[in-house]
Every structure is written in structure tokens, then in C-alpha cells.
């Protein structure tokens, strides 16, 4: 069974003291209450499928948004993660990523050059050393210890966008920038097991050394097995500046829906920070029990999901 619905929007302006503030969906819950399910940040269909075919396969959730998302970090027409990644301003194509699976054992790199795979790194990152986090050289250094092997990630297109952005030199973050940014993915196992990803090339043509939310646990990336995990995308900085992800996690356990805790946690974007307007987050969320939910700062984010309909076949939904 397949199925497209557009996005509801929704004004709060009496609430949040803005004039609109649309929802992404309305109420749309992503899987039957226990049942496996993958669902991903953006319209990454062929990520989502090989996550889902994992799963299905009585694989673990770990592994579903690893594999997930390495679709997309070998995509070269992505132009916001991995391989084909736009550079920083000085043409250097910088990854970050992280994984965090259901009793809270993490992993992230950050600032990795060379590497095709920054995702895998980090579960290593989570499985072999005492650590959470490694970043630039120390993290390439590791990932090479490893067995991965280097690689240009600068593709040709990437390349000339960058030539492109140095005819002026001006940096603007774009909202919805080519439809798609940062993936973000969660996964329930068919043991009711939670586990999620995040991966990412960062900002197009940012200062080199920087690095956004999605490596940063409680930002990009956070779940608790116990009540289920949140993904953001967007502007990385709102998110940092929020701890949004981890934010949403603790309303959710709090006994707030997916929809309510994501909608919440833009709300406080929206007060605190200055320029709302100009950039986009996206914030998606999946409860233990396989509710889920989602809120962001403007029109035309999107999800992919997969999960266990009636019947007990599989359904595949996009929401744009």
C-alpha cells in the first residue's frame, strides 16, 4: 500500500506569538502501536527501502539506519551528505555524523575528511573505544586503523557549485535548500528495539572547522529505548542551540505525543531565537510504541516511512 498527502499547515500565531507556523502533518502516525517501522527525514526513498528491507528481514534497528543512510552518503547526486557533498568555503568536503541505539550507547565523528562512510565510523567510534565523539584527523586516522579506505568525495558537480558560490562569496542558508538536507532516521526492530542515525556533509560553503547538530548527541540525534527518539534537520545551530532532539525525548516521556513534543520544541526556536524566519528546522520523532510525529519552522519539509500495515504487509508513505 502506498499513499501521498500534502502537508497541513497550521497558524499558532495566538500561541506562539507569530504569525504562522505550519505543521507538517497533522496527527499522522507512522506505524501501529509495536510495530517495526523506518521512517527518515526528507523524501530518501531508496535509503528508507534498504533500512526497511532490514528490519523486515528480522535484522536489528541498529543496522536498518546504518545501512539506511549509507544509501545516501554513496549517493552522489545528494548534495548535502556524503559523497557529493557540497564543500566548505574552501573546497574541502567535511562529514559529521552519529548512530545511538536503545540503552543509550552512541557514537559520532565530526569534521572527517576522505571517508565515504562517516556513519559506519561512528558505530565503530561507539563499538571500539571508550569514547562517544572523534573528530578531523584523529577521526580519519581511526577509520583508516579500521579497514576504511579513503576516497575523494568531491564530486565534479559539487565542485562547480562551489566555483559558482566563489564568484560572490556569499554565504546565505537556503530554506529547503534542493528539497533535501541532513538525513536523519529512526528504526523499530521486530523486537521493539530503537535505534537511529544521522548524517550529513553540513552547510554549503560554511567556514572550515565547522561543525553542525548532527553528530552532537541531544541535538541532531537522541532516543531513549524506554520512550522512543527524535531527528532533527535544518539549520544546525537553532538545533544545538535548543538540545532539541533530547528536548523532545523528555516531553515525549513527560506523556506528550510525538506531534505535541516536536511542535514544542520549535516553539522555543521560535522565542528565543532571533532570525526564525530566514532558516529551516525540522524536527521528527518516533515513540517506543510506534507513534510518531513531526513539526517544522517552514512549509516543505518531507518524511519517508516504512512500516507493518493491516494485514501485516508493508506499507510505504511520503509526506510532502
Known amino acids: 500500500m502506498s499513499s501521498r498527502r500534502k502537508f497541513v499547515r497550521r497558524a499558532l ?3 506562539l506569538g507569530v ?14 502501536k509495536g510495530g517495526p517501522a523506518v521512517v527518515s527525514t526528507w523524501k530518501n526513498v531508496a535509503a528508507n527501502s534498504k533500512a526497511w528491507q532490514v528490519v ?3 535484522g ?24 557529493g557533498g557540497r564543500p566548505d568555503r574552501d573546497g574541502r568536503v567535511t562529514l559529521d555524523a552519529c548512530v545511538m541505539e536503545h540503552s543509550g550507547n552512541c557514537g559520532a565523528v565530526c569534521f572527517l575528511e576522505d571517508i565515504e562512510h562517516p556513519v559506519s565510523v561512528a558505530r565503530k567510534v561507539m563499538e571500539h573505544t571508550p569514547h562517544v565523539m572523534l573528530a578531523g584527523s584523529g577521526a580519519q586516522r581511526f577509520a583508516l586503523e579500521q579497514g576504511f579506505e579513503k576516497k575523494d568525495l568531491l564530486t565534479e558537480n559539487a565542485r562547480k557549485a562551489w566555483k559558482e558560490w566563489k564568484k560572490k562569496e556569499k554565504y546565505q542558508p537556503i530554506i529547503n535548500i534542493e528539497n533535501h538536507d541532513t538525513i536523519g532516521m529512526l528504526a523499530i526492530d521486530q523486537s521493539g528495539q530503537m535505534a537511529g542515525a544521522c548524517t550529513t ?27 522512543g527518539g527524535a531527528v532533527a534537520t535544518g539549520l544546525g545551530e537553532a538545533v544545538m542551540k535548543s538540545c532539541g532532539s533530547f528536548l523532545i525525548v523528555e516531553l515525549m516521556r513527560q506523556g506528550w505525543s510525538p506531534e505535541a513534543a516536536c511542535r514544542e520544541a520549535l516553539s522555543r526556536i521560535v522565542k528565543k531565537q532571533k532570525g526564525y524566519r530566514s532558516f529551516q528546522v525540522g524536527f521528527l520523532a518516533l515513540r517506543a510504541d510506534g507513534e510518531g ?28
Do not use: C
Request: net charge negative.
Open 201 to 227: 556533509s553540513g552547510l554549503a560553503f560554511k567556514i572550515n572547522g565547522r561543525v553542525g547538530d548532527s553528530p552532537i548527541i541531544g541535538a541532531g540525534l537522541y532516543l531513549d529505548g524506554e520512550v
Open 60 to 83: 536489528s534497528a541498529l543496522d536498518a539506519v546504518e545501512q539506511g543512510v549509507m544509501v545516501a552518503e554513496s549517493d552522489p547526486k545528494d548534495l548535502s551528505v556524503g559523497y
Open 13 to 15: 500565531g495566538g500561541l
Open 19 to 32: 504569525s504562522a507556523f505550519p505543521s507538517v502533518f497533522a496527527s499522522a502516525p507512522p506505524s501501529p
Open 56 to 58: 523486515a528481514g528480522g
Open 293 to 320: 510525529g513531526a513539526y517544522s519552522l517552514h512549509s516543505g519539509f518531507s518524511y519517508m516511512l516504512n512500516h507493518t500495515g493491516e494485514g501485516g504487509n508493508q506499507a510505504s508513505k511520503s509526506w510532502l
